[in-house]
Nanobody, 125 residues
Framework: VQLVESGGGLVQPGGSLRLSCAAS????????IGWFRQAPGKAREGISC????????FYATSVEGRFTLSMDNTRNTVYLQMNDLKPEDTAVYYC???????????????????WGQGTQVTVSS
């Protein structure tokens, strides 16, 4: 399984970005694709996750209402639409997959593998 993130960049506060996570070689067992972010000096945190089989989603409170997950028809590419971006959203964003995440709690990095290389998102005026 290989995951490749794209779509990061520099955006002003209040702006929007759409990140993509393209998965290749993924099997149906890996039904969950999660998004994580890591700011400098901070631990990697889970922010959202989508179930490729039924499209159920989970959002952390820090992004709920501003970020939205979607998939393409192949269900192998997941999009993270990020609106109303704030400086505290600045981080490297990663996607990863899981074959046992339950969607009952914030995604934990230890439950997801493999990982993409990450894409930088910078929110600054």
């Amino acid at each position: 399984v290989q995951l490749v993130e794209s779509g990061g960049g520099l955006v002003q506060p209040g702006g929007s970005l759409r990140l993509s996570c393209a998965a290749s070689g993924i099997t149906p067992d890996y039904y969950a694709i999660g998004w994580f972010r890591q700011a400098p000096g901070k631990a990697r945190e889970g922010i959202s996750c989508i179930d490729r089989t039924n499209r159920r989603t989970f959002y952390a409170t820090s992004v709920e209402g501003r970020f939205t997950l979607s998939m393409d028809n192949t269900r192998n590419t997941v999009y993270l639409q990020m609106n109303d971006l704030k400086p505290e959203d600045t981080a490297v964003y990663y996607c990863a997959t899981s074959d046992y995440y339950t969607f009952r709690q914030v995604p934990h990095p230890a439950d997801f593998h493999p990982w993409g290389q990450g894409t930088q998102v910078t929110v600054s005026s």
